[in-house]
């Protein structure tokens, strides 16, 4: 099968990179080095976005936000025109569902398939091929994007028609911001309540009203090192993109809106490349000031 990873950022090479043993793999970035790497071991380099897609049964595309996407995928040299007739294009960016749905009509109208399929899970997973894809689309489309997903992650969740694999990821991006949030104030409080961070770090995410994720930032925060898993910055574009989701079905978010508030107030502040659990290192300086 001919398969093309246009996306090669934190989460995209990893997941080529899974890819490349079982397929015939082109892929696409629009910087070089991900590409060079994945080359190296096999894949093909492609020099442009038409290019990559010529051949393709599947192109995957793993983006920063729902802007690049279209522009990629809809612009004057964007891949869909290029894509062969009746082949499958499964977007795995986190984006807002309309703009899925409009995707998935932009691609019906130039003779191509579409899935929204974004991940739940960050680089570790991603290297290790785990990632939960939530997909939104036909059965027959996932039927055949399976194995290729399966090479990827651990666990498929058909979650509906197009749009609502998206949709799901914006609920889990909602649960993720916040919890991290509270995490970050409620340790802070420990510490001025004459708490060790090394206690709370070590006790707190082990608790069964902490969640899971929270045990791997503890120690992000514990070493004040915040190598990106997932950025800060990604993370405040999805609680925007949540934000216009609930605007579009007249839902009110109060936690979610003073969540995008730190997050935003973080990444003026410098953090927007660091790992998103940087929050608490922002909340810190903010506290000491």
């Excluded at 984006?95 to 409009?102: A, D, T």
Aim: with cysteine; charged share 15%; hydrophobic share 45%.
């Amino acid at each position: 099968m001919n398969v093309t990873f246009i996306g090669l950022g934190i989460m995209g090479q990893n997941m080529a990179r899974n890819l490349l043993p079982h397929c015939t793999l082109t892929v696409f970035n629009r910087s070089p080095q991900p590409v060079e790497a994945l080359a190296a071991d096999g894949a093909t380099a492609a020099t442009s976005l038409t290019e990559a897609v010529a051949e393709a049964d599947v192109v995957f595309t793993m983006l920063a936000k729902p802007e690049v996407v279209a522009a990629q995928a809809f612009g004057e040299e964007g891949f869909l025109q290029a894509m062969p007739n009746d082949s499958l294009w499964v977007d795995c960016s986190t984006v807002n569902p309309s703009f899925s749905r409009e995707a998935a009509q932009a691609a019906k109208a130039s003779g191509i398939r579409f899935l929204d399929a974004p991940v739940a899970g960050t680089r570790k997973p991603a290297e290790d091929g785990t990632l939960t894809f939530l997909v939104g689309g036909a059965e027959a489309d996932l039927n055949q994007a399976r194995p290729l997903l399966e090479h990827m992650g651990s666990k498929i969740v058909h979650t509906g028609n197009h749009g609502q694999g998206s949709a799901f990821k914006m609920l889990i991006n909602a649960q993720l911001a916040q919890s991290m949030a509270v995490f970050a104030e409620t340790t802070l409080l420990g510490e001025k309540l004459g708490f060790s961070r090394e206690m709370l770090m070590d006790t707190l995410p082990n608790l069964p009203v902490s969640a899971p994720f929270l045990t791997g930032k503890a120690e992000l925060i514990r070493h004040g090192q915040f190598e990106p898993q997932f950025p800060l910055e990604l993370m405040l574009k999805d609680l925007h993109l949540l934000e216009q989701t609930a605007y579009e079905h007249r839902q009110p978010l109060f936690m979610s809106s003073v969540a995008k508030a730190l997050y935003a107030s973080a990444d003026a502040a410098g953090h927007g490349r660091d790992d998103f659990s940087a929050l608490h290192a922002f909340l810190d300086g903010h506290n000491q000031s």
